[in-house]
């Protein structure tokens, strides 16, 4: 099924007038895996600043958003040390193996909270009052849950991917890749240092208004689309 698979993608994106990727990494990989398109964008993913509210009183909390089996968002990274901040794992729903193999009750941490899905509204609401969010993803094309984080100004803490590293740069703090230790020191830092959260908190949040904001988004793709558009086209 995987060499089919791969036969599919490559021959639509070898017939397709031009590709789109949320990220540098994610295009790379595409023609890594794939071959190389005639034709390649990179349109950052945006959302709407004024979904999230940036200026509530911020509470010793850290937040991440992953299902624990789901090895890429690798939410489970958390329950590997013990964290110096209160952490709510958001959307940790059980898989049909938990208990037998996958996680076990016993492997939970006293200061882990596991909460179902949640909506817009909802998420919007437990951003806006934490503190830091722990983006702990093995493998990511961009990750929109770490820039709804950021509209809420929330400091980022970062698994140092490289598509994590190519969005957020200096404005996150970044650990070691699935290294349950270097997040739990990189969060002890942040801990004892309120003014340094503060100012990756800032940080996040000026980057995600400057550069991934939804209507620089439509913006990208209306440039685009207007680029594949021919003379010939336009004046019909």
């Known amino acids: 099924w995987l060499r089919w698979y791969r036969q599919v993608v490559s021959r639509g994106l070898a017939g397709a007038t031009a590709v789109v990727a949320p990220s540098r990494w994610m295009l790379q990989q595409i023609a890594l895996h794939y071959g190389e398109p005639r034709r390649s964008s990179v349109v950052y993913n945006g959302r709407t600043p004024s979904l999230f509210n940036p200026h509530a009183s911020k509470e010793d909390l850290v937040v991440s958003v992953g299902r624990l089996w789901d090895s890429g968002k690798n939410a489970g990274l958390l329950l590997r040390e013990n964290m110096p901040l209160p952490v709510s794992i958001i959307g940790a729903e059980q898989h049909p193996e938990f208990g037998n193999g996958v996680f076990t009750v016993e ?43 950021a509209f809420s100004r929330c400091a ?13 740069e200096d404005a996150a703090v970044f650990f070691r890749n699935n290294d349950a230790r270097h997040l739990r020191e990189t969060m002890e830092r942040l801990a004892r240092d309120p003014g340094l959260r503060r100012r990756h908190a800032n940080l996040a949040y000026d980057r ?28 019909r």
């Open 208 to 235: 995600a208004r400057q550069r991934f904001t939804a209507a620089r988004m439509v913006d990208d793709y209306l440039e685009l689309y207007r680029s594949l558009v021919t003379a010939d086209a336009v004046t």
């Open 107 to 149: 492997e939970f941490r006293p200061n882990v909270h596991l909460e179902p899905q949640q909506d817009e509204k909802q998420l919007s609401a437990v951003f806006s009052r934490a503190a830091i969010y722990a983006a702990t993803s093995q493998y990511e094309p961009f990750g929109l849950a770490p820039l709804e984080a």
């Open 156 to 168: 980022l803490v970062a698994s140092d991917i490289p598509s994590f590293c190519e969005l957020w």
